[in-house]
């Protein structure tokens, strides 16, 4: 879930830097409001030359599914094929294994990824996680690498968008244990946590926005 938040957000950075789905910058550097786009582009994208840019990101997961999604994708090709990291297991929606030992397994990989990109930042600002806290992985392995970066980079801003469980678009019994012990992480080393709650989404898009049938793709919009 949390990897599908961070590959909707990507497409519209992307977008946003008229940048095509290899990184590629597809503006005209002369004009005035693209050359601005240039001029920023650096805050989420690392210059690979030839006017080509790789998003800062780490892609983490428990198990290969969800990230060869995003590898196969359009905008699988933008992103560094090192700073995919994945297990083979996965955490079974169970918090301890994503916290405790397949997440603690996987957890050294990870943070040298974002140690690499933070070393190539001129002055990195703080780290932004897209996580859920209803599964395994992004409840566990999710709190574990926020305390890892609160660790490493006391000083930096660290900003989680977590996923609540809802009980109208549960389908695990045990989503609101995972939750409970993952809150208590956020609030000790999370500067802020934006809460995304899929029914209050769901009910925004029905009631306000009058849409039939909402999908994902409408409420990550």
Same mark, same amino acid.
């Given at each position: 879930c949390g990897n599908q938040i961070g590959n909707a957000f990507w497409s519209t950075m992307s977008k946003e830097h008229k940048l095509a789905?290899? &990184?590629?910058?597809?503006? =005209?550097?002369?004009?005035? =409001?693209?050359?601005?786009?240039?001029?920023?582009?650096?805050?989420?994208?690392?210059?690979?030359? =030839? /006017?080509r840019f790789v998003p800062r990101a780490a892609l983490v997961d428990l198990e290969p599914g969800s990230l060869d999604v995003i590898k196969a994708s359009d905008m699988g090709k933008m992103f560094k094929p090192d700073n995919f990291?994945?297990?083979?297991?996965?955490? &079974?929606? =169970?918090?301890?294994?994503?916290?405790?030992?397949?997440?603690?397994? /996987?957890?050294?990989?990870?943070?040298?990824?974002?140690?690499?990109?933070?070393?190539?930042?001129?002055?990195?600002?703080?780290?932004?996680?897209?996580?859920? /806290? &209803?599964?395994?992985?992004?409840?566990?392995?999710?709190?574990?690498? /926020?305390?890892k970066i609160r660790d490493n980079y006391p000083d930096r801003i660290t900003a989680t968008f977590s996923v609540y469980p809802s009980p109208k678009v549960s389908d695990v019994v045990v989503e609101p244990y995972n939750a409970t012990l993952s809150i208590h992480q956020l609030l000790e080393n999370s500067d802020e946590t934006f809460v995304i709650d899929n029914e209050a989404l769901f009910s925004i898009s029905h009631n306000v926005l009058k849409q039939k049938e909402p999908k994902y793709a409408d409420l990550n919009w």
């Open positions: 789905s290899d &990184g590629k910058f597809a503006g =005209n550097k002369d004009d005035p =409001n693209d050359a601005q786009r240039l001029d920023k582009i650096d805050v989420y994208f690392k210059d690979a030359g =030839n /006017l990291v994945f297990g083979a297991s996965g955490a &079974g929606n =169970n918090w301890a294994k994503g916290h405790y030992t397949e997440g603690a397994e /996987l957890i050294d990989e990870v943070v040298d990824v974002i140690r690499k990109e933070a070393e190539s930042c001129d002055c990195p600002q703080g780290f932004q996680i897209t996580h859920s /806290l &209803g599964g395994g992985t992004g409840s566990g392995l999710g709190t574990l690498l /926020l305390m």
